[in-house]
């Protein structure tokens, strides 16, 4: 069972905008602003995807955008794309004993 | 270009010790930037903290493993290395080793991952 709350999965045609929801504690999302999100494509490593909440690695396109409102955080793409089929995990920092948890993981479908 | 690379058998039997090693290339393990470590994923489930340390030594691990889980690092090889004692079939996953920003606490750079199987 993962520390974080993620919905299993979330789709939306080509060109939407769908947003995948991460739910923590006052102990880890809702204390730290580390709440970073990562794509997983079958058979691949994850991915950096937004790190601090909100900040892209270069690279990563502007469609991905993310934000965090007391215990929960989200991550929402843009414009929808093919590629961006994959499964999104969702990490916060939860303390010095605790450098990263993670969600159960939600498969992004494109239809 | 940093990469790192796991390697390690991809069978353990039960009650072993499971260890893996990382490899590090394109940048130094010898900085103050950031920190090494190890997750694990499950097959078909999602992922896991097992631990990171410091190029000094220091180490942190996720609570529910730290009775099992070591972590050590040898800078000369630029290699740092996991031990996982008593394994049981649950233990069976994909074992990543990735570097963690020390000041924004996201992990931007990882391996291609290898799978380890307990099993007798």
């Known amino acids: 069972q993962s520390v974080l709350t993620q919905p299993p999965s979330a789709s939306g045609s080509p060109g939407q905008s769908v947003t995948i929801s991460c739910t923590g504690t006052?102990?880890?999302?809702?204390?730290?602003?580390?709440v970073s999100w990562y794509q997983q494509h079958p058979g691949k490593a994850p991915k950096l995807m937004i790190y601090?909440?909100?900040k892209r690695p270069s690279g990563v396109p502007d469609r991905f955008s993310g934000s965090k409102s007391g215990n929960t955080a989200s991550l929402t793409v843009s414009g929808l794309q093919a590629e961006d089929e994959a499964d999104y995990y969702c990490?916060?920092?939860?303390?010095?004993?605790?450098?990263?948890?993670f969600g159960g993981g939600t498969k992004l479908t494109v239809l | 270009q940093l990469q790192l690379q796991e390697s390690g058998p991809g069978l353990v039997k039960p009650s072993e010790t499971l260890s893996l090693t990382c490899t590090v290339s394109?940048?130094?393990?010898?900085?103050?930037?950031?920190?090494w470590g190890w997750i694990r994923q499950p097959p078909g489930k999602g992922l896991e903290w097992i631990g990171s340390m410091y190029y000094s030594g220091s180490t942190f691990f996720n609570p529910s493993l730290k009775s099992r889980v070591t972590i050590s690092v040898d800078t000369s090889k630029n290699q740092f290395s996991l031990k996982l004692s008593s394994v049981t079939a649950a233990d069976t996953a994909m074992f990543y080793c990735a570097r963690l920003d020390s000041s924004g606490l996201h992990f931007d750079c990882w391996g291609q991952g290898t799978l380890v199987t307990v099993s007798s």
């Open positions: 006052s102990s880890d999302v809702g204390d730290y602003n580390y």
């Open positions: 601090e909440v909100s």
């Open positions: 990490s916060s920092y939860a303390g010095s004993n605790n450098l990263a948890v």
């Open positions: 394109g940048g130094s393990i010898s900085t103050t930037l950031y920190y």
